[in-house]
């Protein structure tokens, strides 16, 4: 069992960073890919970035890349997602996921992949 806790959230105006942080339970959390997905109103909840269990490989999607970096801290169980040129449709609830099933690749774009997930934070971009 793997225990998510997210922070970080909070209110921002657009152009503004942000630093979201999740940390994770237990003593395999480098065995796990790691994935950031938000969810808007209304909205499905949609892939933001993941990095693969060893921190070399990173997926962003389109509509973050060049703003948004996900890392991860292996000795720290952490993973981090630092957020810049915030626009306000980057407004959601965010939510750190973990993959015990796949190490990197392309399955991590889907929130299929992932087994555990976090309670969320609330990003609100004002205009």
């Known amino acids: 069992q793997v225990q998510l806790v997210e922070s970080g959230g909070g209110l921002v105006q657009a152009g503004g960073s942000l630093r979201l942080s999740c940390a994770a339970s237990g003593r395999t959390f480098s065995t796990y890919a790691m994935g950031w997905f938000r969810q808007a109103p209304g909205k499905e909840r949609e892939f933001v970035a993941a990095?693969?269990?060893?921190?070399?490989?990173?997926y962003d999607a389109d509509s973050v890349k060049g703003r948004f970096t996900i890392s991860r801290d292996n000795p720290k169980n952490t993973v981090n997602l630092h957020m810049t040129s915030l626009k306000p449709e980057d407004t959601a609830i965010y939510y750190c996921a973990a993959s015990t099933r796949y190490y990197s690749g392309p399955y991590l774009y889907s929130h299929s992949a992932y087994d555990y997930w976090g309670q969320g934070t609330q990003v609100t971009v004002s205009s």
């Open positions: 990095v693969s269990r060893n921190g070399f490989d990173t």
